[in-house]
């Protein structure tokens, strides 16, 4: 990536498409977009960056300036990647991942993230892996039980103990609830 900037709350494919249409609104050249992180063909004027930084504002994003800030932003988009994609990465772990993908100790991450979150990685995963859940729940074209194999839980009692625990209800009174349980991505 030729000039990366870093994006926060950008968690989706929604997320990108709105940060795009803001580049193309402000006539900014970019190369990439990925999930937290657009490469743009050239270095940004002050006066663009500044006009930047005001409309991802108003889309609810931010513009990360610090190298921390920046980190978070990735474990973040890799975690909810990792959720995301999580058939595709059962012979994985989260920290196996974590460090291939942001070419650093998981240890160092995870002192990092538990220092400027004020919760773990684990604790950031399992709420990212509910969420997942009630996505799933919401859709109804799986069972709970085909939801916790998707998602790797050891067992249908596992998953529901712990989407208790985080939400203070069983999946099935979630289900009945619907969607107003749900919370965006950037809120978890």
Avoid: W
């Avoid at 994003?61 to 990792?82: A, G, M, P, Q, T």
Wanted: net charge positive; proline share 3%.
């Amino acid at each position: 990536m030729p000039y990366p900037i870093y994006i926060k709350n950008m968690v989706c494919d929604r997320c990108k498409s709105s940060v795009e249409d803001i580049l193309n609104e402000l006539k900014i050249p970019f190369t990439e977009i990925k999930l937290g992180e657009v490469g743009l063909s050239k270095l940004p004027e002050v006066n663009e960056k500044k006009q930047l930084s005001i409309k991802l504002r108003q889309a609810g994003f931010e513009l990360l300036e610090d190298r921390d800030s920046r980190l978070i932003n990735k474990i973040k988009s890799e975690v909810i990647r990792f959720v995301q994609n999580a058939p595709d990465y059962t012979d994985h772990t989260l920290s196996g991942h974590l460090s291939v993908h942001l070419n650093k100790e998981y240890s160092s991450l995870s002192k990092l993230f538990s220092t400027v979150e004020g919760r773990t990685i684990e604790q950031y995963y399992i709420q990212q892996r509910i969420e997942k859940v009630k996505e799933l729940l919401i859709y109804d074209e799986l069972t709970l039980s085909e939801i916790g194999f998707k998602l790797g839980y050891s067992s249908v009692a596992h998953l529901s103990a712990q989407f208790k625990k985080i939400t203070g209800m069983t999946p099935t009174a979630f289900k009945k609830l619907g969607v107003a349980g749900r919370k965006k991505l950037d809120e978890v």
